[in-house]
């Protein structure tokens, strides 16, 4: 077998002479494997080689004895060895992850501890092929796209995984050639998990019953998937980089823009962006991705919840990706309209201007309104919510709180939207709706324009444009 992974690691390129592998280790049958395999390669391939184990705070004593054992085996070949110890339950519960993604995020933080300081650093993984039919098949089952359905990567950055083109038949094989004894996770033995139920259940009756090498088909179709995935990749990656900015650890996305491509470009983009705003892509599903795109098509100020604690918004013209937790204050101070005139806040700008009516057709669009201005009491101002606020409607008066649980506009997103307001009247809110009051009717005098535009961070004069 070592010839095959010899084999493996030239294919993609995983490893030169001067390399620096970080191999993960942690006691099991691939992981020991892994460490034998590298061990019997570090001197063809010119690398050296140091192993990590993590200990997950789940399964108490047998855990520890884990560790124990790694550490032994590695002191015994005269490997160096990093031990690293987490309480994984309570980041799950802290991040609102899930158990699996929260003990992934700590197995490569460690890692990056332990490549701290040397160069050329890699990280080994011990993923075999078995592992990636499991991975081709959640993924399917949880309906990813072309980039789940390609499984795991053999070379991601600086992750490698040397023995993911053998499958675990044949990993237990060369240790009992060897005689070498390995730790059993009871974990995977019960059926709690996902992956275990794949592994103990669906892919047995596979080959039992459709075909005997499904595991390896299912890997090598994985195989093909990510060299359609990486064509389609580099295609994105361009779209993502004209149509996107960060702003202030926000992603905004020209939702026009995004919303003129191919679908398939659409889809292969927005786990770009998710993935460039540190989303757990494993707890993507298709419902999030298509939540997304109706968001981009729809209303400005509605908003979605994602995995890992993210939302997206709808903001103007922008799709938004940005952190739950760290909600955006009032973006300005409140701001006087003059009528005449214009006046900015936030990322707005605002021009009202007055006309005579003179019985008109009143067009309808999003961000240009137009008010019956004898209904103005007192002055308009640019401001976001107030406890109070309220606007009209044909059936009477309208809190504007309960207009934004009924549009599903989350509570995080409400201080960003801007309002017109006379007093607590809330006269307009841009890109949605008037208050009825201030409808222009056949008895309206004097008609006020209002226009909206958002700015865009680009440093140009005319760096406005109406949303």
């Not at 799709?319 to 806040?345: C, F, H, K, R």
């Not at 409607?393 to 506009?409: A, N, Q, S, V």
Request: one cysteine or more; charged letters at 30%.
């Amino acid at each position: 077998m070592e010839k095959e992974v010899a084999e493996y690691i030239r294919k993609y390129g995983m490893i030169s002479p001067g390399d620096h592998i970080l191999a993960g280790v942690s006691g099991g049958a691939d992981s020991v494997c892994l460490l034998f395999v590298l061990e019997s390669l570090r001197e063809a391939f010119g690398f050296t080689l140091e192993a990590v184990h993590v200990e997950h705070g789940i399964r108490g004593e047998e855990s520890l004895r884990d560790a124990a054992f790694t550490e032994g085996l590695c002191r015994e070949r005269g490997i160096p060895f990093h031990l690293y110890t987490w309480d994984v339950p309570a980041r799950a519960l802290r991040e609102r992850l899930t158990l699996e993604e929260a003990a992934r995020k700590c197995r490569y933080e460690s890692f990056r501890k332990a490549m701290a300081g040397k160069e050329r650093a890699k990280i080994a993984v011990a993923h075999n092929q078995d592992d990636q039919a499991e991975t081709v098949l959640w993924n399917l089952a949880r309906g990813a796209g072309l980039r789940g359905l390609g499984g795991m990567r053999p070379v991601n950055g600086d992750i490698i995984r040397p023995l993911l083109g053998v499958s675990r038949e044949q990993v237990e094989a060369y240790l009992r050639e060897k005689g070498q004894e390995f730790c059993t996770d009871s974990t995977n033995l019960t059926e709690e998990y996902t992956r275990n139920r794949l592994r103990r259940q669906i892919l047995p009756a596979l080959e039992e019953g459709v075909n005997v090498r499904a595991k390896a088909h299912i890997a090598q179709a994985g195989e093909r998937l990510q060299r359609a995935w990486g064509y389609l990749e580099r295609q994105a990656l361009r779209g993502a980089e004209q149509i996107s900015e960060n702003r202030g650890g926000e992603l905004w996305i020209d939702a026009e823009e995004f919303l003129a491509r191919d679908e398939v470009l659409q889809e292969a983009m927005l786990g770009i962006f998710m993935e460039r705003q540190g989303m757990g892509l494993k707890d993507v599903g298709a419902v999030h991705i298509e939540e997304i795109k109706s968001l981009a098509a729809g209303q400005s100020g509605r908003a979605r919840r994602l995995p890992g604690g993210r939302t997206a918004r709808r903001t103007g013209r922008f799709l938004v990706l940005g952190d739950v937790s760290g909600e955006v204050p009032a973006e300005a101070e409140e701001v006087l309209l003059p009528v005449p005139g214009e006046a900015v806040w936030g990322r707005y700008r605002v021009r009202a201007s007055l006309e005579p009516y003179k019985n008109q057709r009143i067009p309808e669009k999003k961000y240009t309104k137009w008010l019956d201005y004898d209904t103005i009491t007192d002055t308009i101002h640019l401001r976001s919510r107030r406890s109070g606020d309220y606007f009209m409607t044909e059936g009477g008066r309208r809190k504007l709180k309960k207009y934004f649980i009924d549009e599903k506009i989350l509570r995080e997103c409400r201080g960003q939207i801007l309002l017109l307001a006379d007093g607590s009247h809330i006269v307009c809110i841009p890109g949605r709706r008037i208050s009825s009051s201030c409808k222009v009717t056949e008895r309206t005098k004097t008609i006020l324009k209002i226009e909206i535009m958002e700015e865009r961070d680009n440093g140009r004069k005319d760096s406005c444009t109406t949303v």
